[in-house]
């Protein structure tokens, strides 16, 4: 099966200035994951969808951060406006509903630079 | 202090070594326990995971979870240089929103 895809790899934008991600999950995977791993951190979940409803954004800084997944497929991540801070690499991850923790599938990632 | 704690390294071992990481956890709810293994600008890939206490093996990976310690470990025999990359160890309670509680990653560096 094709695995979780992700575009851009790469982004370096300007402080103040907007970026948008985008994440297809695998076929048939109702749950989809964002997740911020700053450099030397492990991954921090930002927002879990289930189909195309919210089910923890608790750590999503709102004031800043918004994401969607239309029609519960595909999903994008969006910084308006971005913060030196919000450099990091964004990994979209994806489940199919009910199966046990193995069911867990990262794409490699977008890997922000905030300038 | 941080949900779950691992230590960063760098660790680096010669070929054939064996190799132990481990993490610790402060929420004793925690009742899966999964291991990923991330190389460079490459997303995590799931290598071991267990549920709540006990040991699991897959052929040079062994994976242990202590749950009165709160305490995992996983070892790796007769290391490759193919194993060098960031070991990450993560936990989650189980129900409804199964988020993953990350370490912050081991890099590992296993020399030929």
């Known amino acids: 099966e094709a695995g979780v895809a992700q575009s851009p790899r790469y982004k370096i934008i300007e402080k103040r200035q907007s970026v948008a991600f985008w994440c297809n999950p695998i076929?048939?995977?109702?749950?989809l994951y964002w997740y911020q791993q700053i450099l030397g951190q492990g991954p921090k979940l930002l927002i879990q969808?289930?189909?195309?409803?919210?089910?923890?954004d608790s750590q999503l800084p709102k004031d800043r951060f918004s994401a969607e997944r239309l029609k519960g497929v595909d999903s994008t991540l969006k910084i308006q406006p971005a913060k030196l801070e919000d450099s990091a690499v964004y990994l979209c991850a994806s489940r199919r509903f009910g199966t046990g923790s193995y069911g867990y599938t990262f794409g490699s990632g977008t890997r922000l630079t905030v300038v | 202090q941080k949900e779950v704690e691992q230590d960063p390294g760098p660790l680096s071992v010669p070929e054939g070594a064996i190799v132990s990481l481990n993490c610790t956890y402060s929420n004793s709810a925690f009742q899966y326990f999964m291991w990923y293994r991330q190389y460079s600008r490459k997303g995590p890939e799931l290598l071991m995971y267990t549920y709540s206490s006990g040991n699991k093996e897959d052929g040079r990976f062994t994976a242990q979870v202590d749950k009165s310690s709160k305490y995992i470990s996983l070892f790796i025999r007769d290391s490759q240089p193919s194993d060098s990359a960031t070991y990450l160890c993560a936990m989650f309670y189980g129900g409804a929103t199964n988020k993953l509680i990350f370490g912050t990653g081991t890099l590992l560096a296993v020399q030929p």
């Open positions: 969808f289930q189909n195309n409803g919210v089910v923890d």
């Open positions: 076929s048939g995977h109702a749950t």
